[in-house]
């Protein structure tokens, strides 16, 4: 039997890209987790080396994020754009993340939430990644031309922490009470011990999925927001409300 | 082979309510259609007889309610609360909704935005339908004891014209394009016969909905605002994005 | 020495309003065990014995407020609206709310936030608040003349649940990490023994204050939505940003 | 008897930075008078030399802006970014006023709120100046390394006019009412002799403070908008609400 | 010649509801002295007598109001609905302002703005005003038969106070700078002298005027925001753009 | 007789700032077709030839900007800044776009929205426009002395898509129902045969047009975006409202 369209969309790579080593565990890592157990290929982009923190060397962080991604059964790149804390708005780099896009085909990707939080760099490569998002598709780019175009489904932004949350766009709550999946998110996370040492993100980030999911009646869950509004067939897809309170 | 709890869930009817008899079939008349040919079955609540309106008798407008539902497959009941352009958000009105919701013990629940638009009662019947999904759970009220507490899965709004459409919600977008899907919802609003006389609303309806389908690269779609965020299990429960131009 | 009009302004009591029996200590008790502590008088009203409550009878519910508010070092009083989960907007509830404003003479009054969340009456008991704040000061009601006008110092919102966090005001934050502060408060909570049955309130709580508190850089924090523009000598008295992470 | 950590908080100086030269004074002069009054020592960065207005040559706005900072007891300097009317976001731009951070090492820092107003150079000099106050504290960022990372207490914003008002930040106002301090800023205003001719920006300033003022029932006040909520240890250092009219 | 439609619409009587005998005056007195002096007929409804004021009685206020009207160019009724402090948003009160829209048949309606300042009443009013326009128009109800339906050109709504001004809709800025229009409106104001006993409100408004002038480029102006948008049939109607600092 | 003031105003041209060869007639082609009709000289500036389109050449791009300009009565201009979707923030560009300003001396300026929709370069052309807009009139900038200073009436936006409307500022809604202006409109938009094979982009824009026109109680509408408040002489300038249905 051949895969419907429909079925293969649903096997595309999920794509996500972080400004930091550490970033996409802190920010959506139990999505991730779930989303590799149910079968989907994940593949992750990190930006720089995290060389700016104060703690832990460019080497290490490196090391940390490739044990990281493999806890989460992703894979795990690295893109070199200007540097950590030092990234700017640039259309090559936007033309640098689209043709990523354009190799890696994925269906659903993510991306730092566009509302600036704590560091610069995370608002400011969730602009780049949507921006090539755009440009993956457009046929006549010449600097991409070595790729054909793709159109990802869906662009959903991720929040490194509650700062970045967008007010103006409604979540989607994915609960990833599964114990299986708080463990292995909560493992790729005490993975970057180097920035364990002066302050507790990883117990941040749980007490974060922690709330969301007591909203929603489940055990944990992380908040995405998505770049446009969803297209259902029908009602039955749209799953149940957060309002269990 | 018994159903399971999901599966249950999922044939839950659905339960619109309209503050006049043409309020449901212009605001969601097409995702009504889309749902009980689905199989869901799908039952209206509307909450005047119309009587204030400069065209129909109450009379009149019952009727062609009563047709129009037909058309769309679902039910309809009328509930008497202040009467047309004469509601108020009184909490005897919001236990006699309740009381429905208990009565038809729904699964999705759609109601009018409570973005003001051009009629007062829109909002204020969103407003009553909102609380009466509260009390609906609440175990101790005694007004309500005579049937056991419901909760509902999601409550959806809609927006009867583009005006109530809730700025700060992120909308889903029902694909309704399917012929048949389109010429039921048109038919239904054409049955409101007397409403037809001084304004083209149907024109407005089918002008919105082509926008928002060609926005979502689909003939038609119809936007539906969550009152709580969506809670999946996984990404492959999200559809795709509407960004298609 | 006589008291400076400031410091007597600072002695000035905290007057808290709930809706119901456990609003009060779920939305803000860790801030009132602060002040308790620092020697202010605070008393609550709760206006409802929260009789439409799936679980706990209206006279177990009185109890456990009582026990309560004595754990935080404050007294209560019940006044009779129009009963649990059956609140309306009647300015004759603002008329009592505004008669007790004069009686008390608070100088922080603290009401549940304006933005609707999982429970009518919580808002619609924040509006009757804010309104009464206002009537109390007025020299010509002859509805309120037994009692000399009252002006507060400032109102302060709470939010129950996250729901109702208000979107568009900018919250303070109170360090409220203190042992026996995060003891007292939890203490406080625990004796709401009937709510506890079906659902861990107070869990929610503390992954709230705990999630504010790692944004603040501190232990455990509270948020507060200040009605009005908070009005200061000096930036010296500005405290902190909560940027820490 | 040595300081306290806290007055040694409240000793760190207050940092103000602006495009042009007259931007701090008309933004927020008032509230630098007070604090210098009070005896915090401030300094203004000023990242233009106003070369492009339409009067005044760069010399004489130079040589104003001494005079207008000496008026309100302030240090000031100058730092050349890419010139008036041209700036741009270079993270070179950061880098620069990051280490700039680090030798002053402020308490309080003012800069030019991030809504776009009638020039350009304002909210970009915002973004920057925000964006620095991270960098400074990373202890890993090369281009930094020759001084310690510094944390800031808080960063506030001003608006240099009505139009830069940030609407989604509940400001915080500060009373300048006395009228040393009213008289001290005017002055400043009025220094800034070269602008005075084709427009009345000082009547601007005045009129917008007074409003302010009667607004919080004193003569005048200044509305500073904090980048992230304040952190206090109590109620008793929120002063009071601003709603007295 | 006869009257056009166009030029007749122009000559509607432009109608402006207070909720208390000086709210008009201090709101938008100033559009109202413009609209007169360039011949529009002008009517003022009044919703209660001030008595709940600290100042004034009833019979003093009620004087005052006709002085002031009269010194505006307009004429002045009084409608009784709940009180001064006691307003609540009744359909009954809808009606009755409904069946004045129907006798008096304005062009141009103003009302106290929808957000909530320092007095309940006056967003309350606000609201039963729009629906009011709304109703008027209905030709089906009953309780408005004896006059006939009637639409009305555009509600806009004043603020009055800056905490009443709505943040999410755009003002148009009328230009009232023309030496006797801020002569009238001042002397409107002093007329009513009984509210300037303990608070400046004049010089509030005043400087609000001011302040609007200055950013609109000229002496002082008034801000009005609009329910709906503004239709025009050309770009030549839509004036010029107030960025002029 | 010699023009007055005001009349030379209404004369002064309008000039529209497009991304591309299509988007100023896909965004405000009919508003364009309306002035132009009334006498008023209209010139494009389009920013790219559209080479990264998945069709047509740049050459036949730019032919049928030529052809589609001419259908609207307006002239056309190419101006290379960095490519299509390569656009970036670029003081140089402002410039560049501030001395054309200065050169066509523009009343109205016509920009794409500020609001991100599905193309990169629009919102970033917009940003640039507007601070085109403030550059072309301060005196002392060097780069643009060789034409003298100009102030531009009043600068609005239009939205490429829906995505593209600001939801924070109210819209003046233009009435191009005329049954000339509509069939230059869509023959503007037709003429650009290239675009039209993979999407019906005129299609949307047609449905959009229909929509506002339906919302404004005329046949079509287009809506734009103020950058600053209108200021009027008059409620007789201000039209009427647009809530018909």
New interface residues.
């Given amino acids: 039997m051949k895969p419907t369209p429909k079925s293969r969309?649903?096997a595309a790579p999920?794509l996500a890209f972080g400004a930091h080593p550490d970033d996409i565990e802190f920010g959506c890592g139990g999505?991730v987790a779930?989303?590799t157990r149910?079968g989907?290929v994940a593949h992750f982009v990190v930006c720089s080396r995290g060389?700016?923190?104060?703690?832990?060397t460019a080497a290490q962080r490196v090391a940390e994020a490739k044990q990281s991604a493999a806890l989460l059964g992703a894979t795990v790149e690295f893109v070199e754009l200007?540097g950590?804390?030092?990234?700017?708005?640039?259309?090559a780099h936007?033309i640098k993340l689209a043709s990523i896009l354009r190799r890696v085909r994925p269906g659903?990707v993510l991306a730092p939430s566009l509302v600036?939080d704590?560091?610069?760099d995370h608002a400011r490569l969730g602009q780049l990644v949507?921006?090539a998002a755009?440009?993956a598709?457009?046929?006549?780019?010449?600097?991409l031309r070595s790729l054909p175009?793709h159109a990802?489904?869906?662009?959903?932004f991720y929040a490194v922490?509650?700062?970045g949350e967008p007010?103006?766009?409604?979540?989607?709550?994915?609960?990833i009470s599964a114990t299986e999946i708080v463990a292995a998110w909560t493992a790729a996370m005490d993975a970057h011990a180097s920035q364990a040492r002066s302050?507790?993100?990883a117990?941040?980030q749980l007490?974060?999925a922690?709330?969301w999911g007591?909203?929603?009646?489940?055990g944990h869950?992380m908040?995405?927001y998505?770049?446009?509004?969803?297209?259902?067939?029908?009602?039955?897809?749209?799953?149940?409300?957060?309002?269990?309170?």
Same sequence: chains 1, 2, 3, 4, 5, 6.
């Fill in positions: 969309r649903k999920l999505v779930c989303e149910a989907r060389e700016a923190a104060t703690h832990g200007d950590d804390a030092l990234l700017e708005a640039k259309v936007t659903i600036a704590q560091h610069p949507r921006d755009r440009l598709r457009y046929g006549g780019l010449k600097e175009p990802i489904d869906q662009l959903f922490t509650p700062e007010p103006d766009i409604t979540p989607v709550l994915i609960d302050r507790n993100y117990a941040l007490a974060r922690r709330l007591l909203r929603a009646g489940v869950a908040a995405l998505p770049n446009d509004p969803l297209v259902l067939d029908s009602l039955a897809q749209a799953g149940r409300g957060a309002r269990r309170f």
